[in-house]
């Protein structure tokens, strides 16, 4: 028996295509946001490279231009929390957050070096900036727990601090060679501070457990540098006094 009623309503596929093509948009608008804010950031953590072969007297000059490569990212970052704020974010955020990822891990590096003063965390070297600093800094929330807006993970956050105890761990060996066992020292004990820290979280994403795991060879290759130079007399032995006095 034959039918002129149609199966399929006629209307279903325009609506999806137009569905489609505002998707479409909103991730080729993120894309571009996102590229720039890549972009500003791989030349602030190029800078930031300079750090290895730097004194740390002369910080102050090389954290003063990485803070101004920042503080574009900062107004990129409100760019993109604007637009993405506007959709469901679950939806979107894969598009930002290796970024952010980067992003986080250039302002906590540059942070640990002495910069990223804020009212609540002044600059000194060797400094961790918190979530709460971190919020603080770009203006938008950590770990928000209720909404749909744009805003920082926790999951970003560590991942930041893992791939910052590989720079720290490389700067310890550098350090070395720029004669600041000093820095070397402080390296170690803050590496080992943080690792403590990290064998508290019960984390669940097992990306970034894998990552915490590889924190401790961080460790260990500081507690290597620090045995070297304690062996070779250029620091003081755990409960002794310092072998050579500073010049």
């Known amino acids: 028996m034959s039918s002129t009623?149609?199966?399929?309503?006629?209307?279903?596929f325009p609506d999806l295509k137009e569905k489609i093509e505002e998707e479409t948009k909103v991730k080729d608008a993120l894309t571009q946001i996102v590229s720039k804010l890549e972009g500003v950031d791989s030349y602030a953590r190029g800078l930031l490279t300079r750090?290895?072969?730097?004194?740390?007297?002369?910080?102050?000059?090389?954290?003063?231009?990485?803070?101004?490569?920042?503080?574009?990212?900062?107004?990129?970052?409100?760019?993109?929390?604007?637009?993405?704020s506007q959709y469901p974010y679950y939806k979107y955020n894969q598009k930002w957050s290796w970024a952010m990822t980067h992003v986080v891990f250039t302002v906590v590096l540059c942070g640990y070096l002495g910069g990223m003063a804020t009212p609540s965390s002044p600059g000194e070297i060797g400094r961790l900036l918190k979530p709460e600093d971190i919020s603080e800094i770009f203006q938008v929330p950590v770990n928000?727990?209720?909404?749909?807006?744009?805003?920082?993970?926790?999951?970003?956050?560590?991942?930041?601090?893992?791939?910052?105890?590989d720079e720290l761990a490389r700067l310890a060996t550098n350090s070395v060679t720029l004669q600041d066992f000093d820095q070397a020292l402080q390296i170690h004990s803050f590496l080992k501070d943080l690792f403590a820290g990290f064998l508290l979280l019960n984390l669940k994403n097992d990306p970034l457990r894998k990552r915490v795991d590889g924190v401790k060879y961080a460790v260990k290759k500081t507690e290597e540098i620090v045995y070297d130079l304690t062996v070779r007399k250029l620091v003081a032995?755990?409960?002794?006094?310092?072998?050579?006095?500073?010049?």
Not at 145 to 154: P, Y
Not at 237 to 247: I, Q, R
């Open 237 to 247: 032995s755990p409960g002794g006094e310092a072998a050579t006095e500073e010049k």
């Open 5 to 12: 009623t149609p199966l399929i309503d006629p209307a279903v």
């Open 51 to 84: 750090v290895h072969a730097t004194p740390r007297k002369n910080y102050p000059q090389l954290l003063a231009q990485v803070e101004a490569e920042i503080r574009k990212e900062i107004d990129i970052v409100k760019e993109l929390s604007e637009y993405a």
């Open 144 to 165: 928000l727990k209720e909404g749909d807006a744009f805003h920082i993970t926790l999951e970003e956050y560590l991942t930041a601090l893992t791939q910052l105890t």
